[in-house]
């Protein structure tokens, strides 16, 4: 009797665990995924709405617009163009955009590392995709009431969701990846020099394409300085504080597209701003966008060979990537050269595509975003290959090639060599060899200990006698 007792305790004790685990694992999931879904996007609206809050308070034209321009600005915070009064607008500024993706990344990143099933993790994506589209959606519908009201055509549809659906699943996967991309290189079959390979290149070209756009900042910096004339008689065009103001804004917002500009500049590509054109070989003066950061753009140098110069910051670049590939083995030097010119290059699309867009009635204003990465990989590829070629015929990297192919030679052999040794100098080294320490079978790693959450658990029965 005694014994049943104890077994219909332990069944019972089991049974109110699972519960008590399943109704944790529940509530947490599901209030970890409504926050995952709304706490970015709702921030976001609500500064959103304090900023459009106080730029119709400073233009002094009331609040009827004020949903139509809540709506717009949602959709260029993620890079959808709008028509405005029938001229369309689609390089929209970067600085929003890089500080909601980098926002995206940095909450959900915590929430991935809780999870590790496929399920979970489809789960995480779906919640902090979803919640922005349902915001997205709502703003469309501002912006399609609005139109009679404010001159503005509402956008694509399609292209409205599948903007923020990028943004934040690019941002979410982004996060996830911070965690599982070594999982996921081993699922690829990316291990051993393979995945050396893959991270020298990759880490290379990243490197490097921050290198350009680094490159391309100190451009503008010292443009900015060159032609600040320029700059402050557009400026001057605000003519009250709160135009300095709005301008001095709106340039500072599209500083990050004309960096990336100047880097595509920087390799040689052309760059249309407006009726301008910014070229190593053949730049020419025009009408650019009423704004102080685009009055930099020069104009006909007046010695040609000083633009040409600048050909030697992409230069020095692949030449510093092309050292840093650098292997005895010529097929893995070459697989990082071609990993590295590729990275940089995908990072350079983006931006490029991204940051470019029309601008009105000035037509075009950024470089082509597939011209700029075939640039840039050819800049790192070609003088990758050179670099390798040169580093493949010096004798110090035959050397190690020739010493390479011995210890490769000699690694079977060292393996079979048990085989061919003397059976009692074999048994001597197996009886000498340090016996392995067992582990102990109570032993539990620490994050692996048990969880109390009822002294009634660590009890051996229960007592089911009446009170």
């Known amino acids: 009797m005694a014994g049943r007792n104890v077994s219909l305790a332990a069944r019972l004790r089991h049974a109110r665990q699972v519960q008590r685990d399943h109704a944790r694992a529940t509530a947490g999931t599901a209030r970890e995924l409504v926050i995952v879904a709304f706490a970015v996007p709702l921030a976001t609206l609500a500064l959103l709405a304090l900023i459009v809050t106080i730029t119709l308070a400073l233009?002094?034209?009331?609040?009827?617009?004020?949903?139509?321009?809540?709506?717009?600005?949602?959709?260029?915070?993620?890079?959808?163009?709008?028509?405005?009064?029938?001229?369309?607008?689609?390089?929209?500024?970067?600085?929003?955009?890089?500080?909601?993706?980098?926002?995206?990344?940095?909450?959900?990143?915590?929430?991935?590392?809780?999870?590790t099933t496929p399920a979970d993790?489809?789960?995480?994506?779906?919640?902090?995709?979803?919640?922005?589209?349902?915001?997205?959606?709502?703003?469309?519908?501002?912006?399609?009431?609005?139109?009679?009201?404010?001159?503005?055509?509402?956008?694509?549809?399609?292209?409205?969701?599948g903007a923020t659906v990028l943004v934040y699943g690019g941002g979410t996967l982004a996060g996830i990846a911070r965690r599982d991309w070594r999982d996921w290189c081993e699922s690829a079959g990316l291990t051993g020099d393979r995945l050396d390979d893959v991270l020298a290149g990759v880490r290379t070209g990243w490197l490097a394409a921050l290198m350009l756009l680094g490159a391309g900042a100190v451009t503008v910096t010292v443009l900015l300085a060159a032609r600040w004339s320029a700059v402050s008689g557009v400026m001057a065009g605000g003519n009250r504080f709160d135009g300095y103001l709005g301008l001095t804004i709106v340039s500072l917002l599209y500083l990050p597209n004309v960096v990336v500009d100047a880097a595509g500049a920087l390799l040689g590509t052309p760059v249309p701003m407006g009726g301008a054109l910014a070229d190593v070989f053949n730049p020419h003066a025009g009408t650019v966008p009423a704004l102080p950061i685009a009055a930099?753009?020069?104009?006909?140098?007046?010695?040609?060979?000083?633009?040409?110069?600048?050909?030697?910051?992409?230069?020095?670049?692949?030449?510093?990537?092309?050292?840093?590939?650098?292997?005895?083995?010529?097929?893995?030097?070459?697989?990082?050269?071609?990993?590295s010119a590729a990275t940089a290059a995908g990072v350079l699309l983006v931006a490029t595509f991204v940051g470019a867009g029309t601008v009105g009635e000035l037509g075009r204003a950024g470089a082509e975003a597939p011209v700029v990465a075939l640039f840039a990989f050819g800049w790192?590829?070609?003088?990758?290959?050179?670099?390798a070629l040169l580093h493949g015929s010096r004798e110090e990297t035959k050397a190690?090639?020739?010493?390479?192919?011995?210890?490769?030679?000699?690694?079977?052999?060292?393996?079979?060599?048990i085989f061919n040794d003397d059976p009692t100098a074999v048994i001597a080294r197996v009886v000498d060899a340090e016996p392995d320490v067992p582990t102990p079978a109570f032993y539990r790693p620490d994050g692996d200990a048990p969880v109390v959450d009822d002294v009634e658990d660590l009890m051996f029965f229960d007592d089911l006698t009446p009170d």
């Open 400 to 417: 190690e090639r020739r010493a390479a192919a011995v210890a490769l030679a000699a690694a079977p052999a060292e393996e079979d060599s």
């Open 380 to 387: 790192l590829a070609v003088v990758g290959a050179v670099v």
């Open 121 to 161: 993790l489809g789960a995480l994506v779906g919640a902090a995709v979803g919640g922005p589209l349902l915001i997205t959606a709502l703003s469309y519908a501002l912006v399609l009431d609005g139109a009679s009201v404010v001159p503005v055509n509402p956008p694509n549809a399609l292209v409205a969701f």
């Open 296 to 339: 930099i753009v020069p104009g006909q140098p007046p010695i040609r060979f000083l633009w040409a110069i600048v050909l030697v910051v992409p230069l020095a670049i692949a030449v510093w990537a092309a050292l840093r590939s650098r292997h005895y083995d010529p097929m893995r030097n070459l697989r990082r050269v071609a990993i």
């Open 59 to 115: 233009s002094g034209n009331g609040f009827g617009a004020f949903g139509t321009a809540l709506g717009s600005s949602w959709l260029c915070l993620h890079q959808v163009p709008l028509s405005i009064g029938g001229v369309e607008i689609s390089a929209l500024p970067l600085v929003p955009t890089i500080a909601l993706l980098a926002a995206v990344v940095a909450y959900t990143g915590p929430s991935a590392r809780l999870r």
